[in-house]
């Protein structure tokens, strides 16, 4: 069983990462639309993707936050990925499979996956 | 929404619209009541009498085919199926509770679902919040505290990912402990 006294090894182990990151200055950003039509969606397993796919990839100067509904329901789950020095890019209909890509190819490879945008599904 | 679990995420992110910085979640499941109750405490701005009344009459008009005010009214339709109800009580800068009230073993209850995802996504997804999460089957707990955990992790952020690994790990093996021998037997 894990217990709370883990915290104590993972803080002494990243409490330097930490330090670094914050130098780093700011990441990119992954912003999850968690108003009420997102979540109905199927917002909760594109976030779940996201986190899963940063942490396997240890990809730290990436956080993960949430937003509410920005008028285009019927195009959720949606997610914007703003990242310093670019255009945010609005992904729309989102499901897991398609967040491991935009991890994999906008995230990592800085290529946007321009089919997912909001500007195809219009 | 097919889940209670996603109703409660759904829940928590008003308290966290209304700047809450202690949000306590807490669910119990009496089957001995044959009553599951869902409350939802915050701290945040809280709403006017007005508002109040607003939000607990479900689909006011002018509001269905806008992307607003549906959180609450799907709640308490889904309490209402299964011959519950839901409270809400607020006050202006001090907080909100809503209350949910669902019957237990009735046939149109939603399981409670991937509660899991949805207190871990709460709590990596808001920094600046604190969360208590409780959740009791008859005579079992399960507590969460995130002010716990920082006062361990000192410095380092509850999104760090490590942290987050290990904080999803935490919530599956407590989570499926209190599902193990829920009715008392060993
Ligand atoms: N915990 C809370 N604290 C303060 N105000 C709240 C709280 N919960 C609800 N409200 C008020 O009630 C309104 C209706 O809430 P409800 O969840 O039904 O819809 P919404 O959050 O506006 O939109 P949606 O949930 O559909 O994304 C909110 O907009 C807010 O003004
Ligand atoms: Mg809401």
């Known amino acids: 069983m894990k217990s709370l006294a883990e915290l104590q090894e993972i803080r002494n182990r990243t409490l330097n990462n930490i330090i670094m990151r914050k130098e780093d200055g700011q990441g990119v950003r992954v912003v999850v639309g968690m108003a009420t039509c997102g979540i109905a969606a199927g917002a909760r397993p594109v976030m779940s993707a996201f986190v899963e796919e940063l942490a396997k990839r240890n990809l730290s100067n990436v956080t993960v936050t949430q937003m509410g509904c920005i008028g285009a329901c019927r195009l959720e789950p949606i997610v914007e990925i703003i990242a310093p020095n670019e255009e945010k890019v609005t992904y729309v209909k989102m499901t897991p499979e398609k967040a491991a890509r935009v991890v994999a190819e906008h995230i990592v490879n800085k290529q946007v996956v321009t089919e997912y945008t909001i500007g195809a599904a219009e | ?186």
């Not at chain 2, 409660?8 to 499941?29: F, G, M, P, R």
């Not at chain 2, 679902?113 to 089957?137: C, K, P």
């Not at chain 2, 707990?141 to 942290?163: A, K, S, W």
Request: aromatic share 4%; net charge negative; proline share 2%.
């Open chain 2, 1 to 186: 929404m097919e889940e209670l679990s996603l109703h409660i995420l759904d829940i928590v992110q008003n308290s966290v619209a209304a700047d809450a910085k202690l949000i306590e979640v807490e669910i119990t499941e009496d089957t001995a009541k044959d009553k599951l109750t869902v409350t939802v405490k915050d701290d945040g701005r809280g709403m006017s009498e007005e508002t109040l009344r607003k939000v607990t009459d479900p689909f006011t008009t002018g509001r269905k085919t806008r992307c607003v005010g549906l959180g609450i009214p799907l709640l308490k339709l889904a309490a209402e199926l299964t011959g519950g109800r839901v409270e809400l009580s607020s006050e202006l800068g001090k907080g909100t509770t809503v209350t949910a009230m669902f019957g237990y073993s009735h046939i149109d209850r939603q399981p409670l679902g991937d509660i899991v995802s949805t207190i871990h996504q709460l709590i990596v997804m808001n920094e600046n919040t604190d969360f208590l999460y409780t959740h009791r089957i008859n005579s079992k707990v399960f507590t969460l505290d995130t002010r716990q955990m920082r006062e361990i992790l000192g410095g380092v952020p509850l999104n760090t990912h490590e942290v987050m690994v290990w904080l999803l790990e935490y919530l599956k093996e407590n989570e499926s402990s209190l599902l193990k021998n829920c009715d008392g037997k060993e």
